[in-house]
């Protein structure tokens, strides 16, 4: 083991706080969290509590911690927080010769005070709050933008945990999620606008600050419970990212840089597929056959279904009135918004209201 982290250490040299394309490649040996965990040690400007499992960083380009927890074979947590003074690509490397079983499974918050780009997830432009879930060995990127402040947290679970431990699991079987893991799908990436996962983030930061072994590993043991649970009930019906076999970059980017646009445009109005088409250089037939490829939904749809999530996050803000709303999305009257809102959530707007005050 000792041998494969320092040909990892002397291999990824080249890559460690180098800047590509204005982006400081920050890299990971990633068959399993194991490495990860002992890879981080190795690396320049940081320091490692063995009690609390901590790598702390501090230099010029980032800050933070990370905490890396094995609570039984098969079944890691992980927490990290951290402040980007660079724009930051967390870059994952896989040893060919080593096994590589772990599923990831996280939960990413990540602001900024400008409220511009937060981050890149395999090309896809993400704001705030969002889930991931990787197959083993699934090729993965992200970009952290200048000035973003990163809360990420979830699990490593290796698929002989999978088999005994996860289809006891309640509400597992016959859940989208199943259907995830048993399938063709290497990752799914969503975005969250109910930001109904904010409790596990507050539980983990206190977890990881609790001195005495037993009682945190009895705390992450639960808090795991409920970190899977939670994922299982968000899961999406329609995966916002599709990945098989056939997966070809140059489209990726594409439809990456058209769902930008569209998530832009939420407060405005729909752009028109010819202006996306003419934006990425294909046609517009393309442009929907392929878009619907990649995100499960036609363009259109994607932008209402989207419109509509964000409305959902305004309601229960209840710091606009509903016929605001209507006007801040653009669909005219408090009529035309109703209407469409009933349609996707078979519910209307005041109920949603009702719900969160009650």
Same mark, same amino acid.
């Given at each position: 083991?000792?041998?494969?982290?320092?040909?990892?250490?002397?291999?990824?040299?080249?890559?460690?706080?180098?800047?590509?394309?204005?982006?400081?490649? @920050?890299?990971?040996?990633?068959?399993?969290?194991?490495?990860?965990?002992? /890879?981080?040690?190795?690396?320049?400007?940081?320091?490692?509590?063995?009690?609390?499992?901590?790598?702390?960083?501090?230099?010029?380009?980032?800050?933070?911690?990370?905490? #890396?927890?094995?609570?039984?074979?098969?079944?890691?947590?992980?927490?990290?927080? @951290?402040? %980007?003074?660079?724009?930051?690509?967390?870059?994952?490397?896989?040893?060919?010769?080593?096994?590589?079983?772990?599923?990831?499974?996280?939960?990413?918050?990540?602001?900024?005070?400008?409220?511009?780009?937060?981050?890149?997830?395999?090309?896809?432009?993400?704001?705030?709050?969002?889930?991931?879930?990787?197959?083993?060995?699934?090729?993965?990127?992200?970009?952290?933008?200048?000035?973003?402040?990163?809360?990420?947290?979830?699990?490593?679970?290796?698929?002989?945990?999978?088999?005994?431990?996860?289809?006891?699991?309640?509400?597992?079987? %016959?859940?989208?999620?199943?259907? #995830?893991?048993?399938?063709?799908?290497?990752? %799914?990436?969503?975005?969250?606008?109910?930001?109904?996962?904010?409790?596990?983030?507050?539980?983990?930061?206190?977890?990881?600050?609790?001195?005495?072994?037993?009682?945190?590993?009895?705390?992450?043991?639960?808090?795991?419970?409920? #970190?899977?649970?939670? @994922?299982?009930?968000?899961?999406?019906?329609?995966?916002?990212?599709?990945?098989?076999? %056939?997966?070809?970059?140059?489209?990726?980017?594409?439809?990456?840089?058209?769902?930008?646009?569209?998530?832009?445009?939420?407060?405005?109005?729909?752009?028109?597929?010819?202006?996306?088409?003419?934006?990425?250089?294909? /046609?517009?037939?393309?442009?929907?056959?392929?878009?619907?490829?990649?995100?499960?939904?036609?363009?259109?749809?994607?932008?209402?279904?989207?419109?509509?999530?964000?409305?959902?996050?305004?309601?229960?803000?209840?710091?606009?009135?509903?016929?605001?709303?209507?006007?801040?999305?653009?669909?005219?009257?408090?009529?035309? #918004?109703?209407?469409?809102?009933?349609?996707?959530?078979?519910?209307?707007?005041?109920?949603?209201?009702?719900?969160?005050?009650?």
């Amino acid at each position: 083991m000792k041998f494969t982290i320092n040909n990892f250490l002397s291999k990824i040299n080249k890559y460690s706080f180098k800047i590509k394309d204005g982006v400081c490649v @920050l890299p990971f040996l990633a068959n399993s969290p194991k490495l990860i965990f002992d /890879s981080m040690i190795g690396l320049p400007f940081t320091k490692y509590n063995d009690s609390m499992k901590c790598h702390s960083v501090k230099n010029i380009f980032v800050t933070g911690d990370s905490y #890396f927890y094995e609570l039984e074979e098969g079944l890691w947590v992980y927490y990290a927080k @951290l402040n %980007n003074k660079v724009s930051f690509e967390h870059k994952l490397f896989y040893d060919d010769k080593l096994p590589a079983e772990y599923y990831v499974l996280s939960y990413n918050i990540v602001t900024r005070e400008d409220n511009k780009n937060f981050a890149l997830v395999n090309g896809i432009s993400f704001n705030n709050y969002s889930w991931n879930v990787l197959k083993p060995k699934s090729v993965s990127s992200v970009i952290y933008f200048k000035g973003t402040k990163i809360k990420t947290m979830g699990l490593y679970i290796s698929e002989t945990w999978i088999k005994k431990k996860l289809v006891r699991q309640n509400g597992y079987a %016959n859940s989208y999620f199943e259907t #995830f893991i048993n399938g063709l799908v290497k990752k %799914n990436i969503w975005q969250e606008y109910q930001h109904g996962a904010h409790q596990i983030n507050k539980d983990i930061e206190k977890i990881v600050q609790l001195q005495e072994l037993n009682e945190r590993k009895l705390a992450l043991h639960e808090w795991a419970n409920n #970190f899977i649970n939670l @994922l299982i009930t968000n899961y999406p019906t329609n995966h916002h990212l599709q990945e098989a076999s %056939n997966y070809d970059a140059d489209v990726h980017r594409k439809m990456a840089k058209v769902e930008n646009s569209l998530m832009k445009n939420l407060l405005g109005v729909f752009p028109g597929i010819d202006v996306l088409a003419e934006d990425v250089s294909i /046609s517009p037939t393309k442009l929907k056959t392929d878009f619907k490829n990649f995100y499960g939904e036609p363009v259109y749809q994607y932008y209402l279904n989207k419109k509509l999530d964000y409305a959902t996050t305004l309601l229960k803000a209840k710091q606009f009135k509903i016929k605001e709303i209507a006007i801040i999305l653009n669909y005219g009257n408090e009529g035309n #918004f109703t209407r469409a809102f009933k349609t996707r959530f078979n519910k209307l707007p005041s109920d949603v209201r009702e719900h969160k005050s009650s």
